[in-house]
């Protein structure tokens, strides 16, 4: 409006009456629109953060699988030096068999029960030991779980060849003293049968107790499988990382 008097009236009206001037009106935008600026810088810093986060992450799971590789590596090449072990000791075990031969090769106490009992457990170490040497040398293993598996089987032929080394040590025994030295034969049975029933009854309970565990930790990842990519990559790992103690 053109300065004049009707004008100057107009306008001491309007700032009497709490009018707002042109520029004071434009004042709630611009707070609006620094609001909204923020807001997005806030949002841009978070993304990143959490992408860094997520790259991190990937990093230490890949890291995570590589030492369990390498652990499972590790076990499966010493069950193959202690199954070879074990196939070597009952080989040679049926030729200086215990209580010795005739001239003709035959042993002297193989009309014996214990005898007998001998044979059939060192054979069945042999057998054993020799299938787990196989299948170490054969099988090529990619992924872990895989690999997993096939130690968790392999380890309990090793156990069935543990208890029958043992069981045929201590019927050689019984051939080897006799009755005169049955005492001795018996303390020996006692000493050998509370070692290994308390050895294999203790690695029983840890093998159940980490599937048990493991189990668990499954039903928790299934529910929470609809969660951000992180936790699927750290999840992956949970079935044996950071157990004090884990049996496979």
Known sequence: MPLSEESSYIRECLSRDGALRAKELNQPRDELRK???????NVHTQLEQ?????????GIAKELRKLHREGINNATNSVT???VLFATVAFA????????????????????????????????????SLAVVVVQI??????TKSE???VEVINKLMWLA???????????TYIVLGRRVQWAAILVTLIGGVIMAGVLGSMTYFVVKSKR???????EKSSKRSGSASWYHTSEFSDSDFNPIYAI
């Open 35 to 41: 609001t909204v600026t923020e807001i997005k810088k």
């Open 50 to 58: 959490t992408r860094k986060t997520n790259k991190n992450v990937y």
């Open 81 to 83: 030096v202690v199954a």
């Open 93 to 128: 075990a049926i030729f200086t068999v215990p209580g010795g031969s005739e001239d003709d090769g035959m042993a002297v106490a193989v009309h014996s029960a214990a005898f007998r009992v001998f044979f059939i457990f060192n054979a069945v170490a042999l057998f054993t």
């Open 138 to 143: 054969t099988l090529v293993r990619r992924e």
């Open 148 to 150: 997993r598996r096939v």
């Open 162 to 172: 543990s208890v029958c080394t043992t069981v045929a040590f201590l019927t050689s």
């Open 213 to 219: 565990i493991r189990t668990i930790r499954k039903r």
